[in-house]
């Protein structure tokens, strides 16, 4: 892979996560009057933006192109904050969030097949979870200055603050615009075969046929379906809770004025974690899926025994149960793509993310009412226990799927 695109691949993620409304949008929905159970319901209609796009998204990328995919994501992104500041009220903040959703349902699955082939192109494909780590670290850098600054920018100007993170992911399309895209072994192998017409209409068949191949073929990897089940429950925990984790902390006690510093140190920590994912793979053989499941299941328990000490001393185990599961969700994702053929990448990718995107659903709408009923601490300690339990069986299914 050639030095300018890692750099452009890498320009891609900071970009696309640098955005100063990041750690202000929750705590300004509140303002302007929401309920924890209006918070739950936009987290909702976000899922459900994602769900309905996520395979024929996928889909799509793979039959047409996966790098222009990515930049009418990023732009759809930047019309959505628009919206937020054009219409500051329920209705507003729910069109943004679709705009968001469409986006997060067209790059999910899409950047990492890209990523993947690029890489397989130029026969680096071993990297894949160094390049993708490195990728998240740099995401996890744009969220560092957007929590840093996004508070601050906020409290004078919220005009401002949207319409800089309008104009950063159109930054992150022109990156993505920017990517070499190598072409499909599909498309290559029918333009050297002669006897192979070049009618549109054929040629799309014979990509689709390719993809429903490649899906199969998939289905068919032993251990594959535990793994996108049992993996995905466990590891979309870890996202939910992270768009608690400024109320949280506001609720432990950390000053506003301090939240911001309070979201940099974490994001900085899970930035770390999937940096340094590639090693901790090699060092504690976390390929293997039934160590990876005991990798996660330790991370729940450390998230479990942080939250409900109530020591500051034991909040280091909050933390690193973030550092842990980024470190784990790189190590997922390279599996998976390591396992899957070129042709449906995108597609397979895409139906991973939306088996995802579909728990994770389902645990927001259940977030907001066990929030507002029991409290943040309970809701953290109830993510610490589907973590583990799903981290277990996980690794038991595997087990018993490869054997």
Known sequence: MRRRTTVTYLLFHFFQDFALVYPVYLIYFQQVGLSYLQLSWLLAIWGVAVLIMEVPSGIIADLWSRKW??????????????MWLVRPDFTGFALGFVLWGLQEAICTGTTEALLFDTLRDSG??????????????????GVVLSVLLGAWVFSR?????????ALSMVVAAVCA?????????????AAA?????HTPGFQLQVQLRAILDSVRAAGAVKGMLPLVLFGSLSIVVYGVLDEYDFLFARHYGVPLAFVGIWGAGRFILEGLGAGLAHRLERLLGLQSPVRLAGWMTAAGVLLGVGVLSGSRVLLVFYFGFFIMMAAAEVIFQ???????????RA??????????????????????????????TSLFLLGAFVVSAASVLFGISFFMARN
């Open 157 to 165: 100007s919220p005009a401002v603050v949207m319409t800089v993170s």
């Open 193 to 197: 075969s002669p006897a192979v017409p």
């Open 347 to 376: 597609t397979i990718s895409s139906l991973v993310s939306f088996v995802y995107e579909a728990f994770g659903l389902g645990l927001v709408l259940l977030s907001g009412p066990v929030a507002e009923a029991f409290g943040l």
């Open 177 to 189: 615009a920017l990517i070499a895209e190598p072409l499909p072994a599909s498309a290559s192998g």
């Open 69 to 82: 995919s990515l930049v009418i994501g990023m732009l759809l992104k930047g019309a959505g904050f628009l």
């Open 124 to 141: 680096d494909e071993s990297r894949f979870v160094e390049i993708s780590g490195k990728g998240q670290f740099f995401g996890r850098l």
């Open 334 to 344: 390279g599996w998976v793509q390591h396992r899957v053929a070129s042709e449906g």
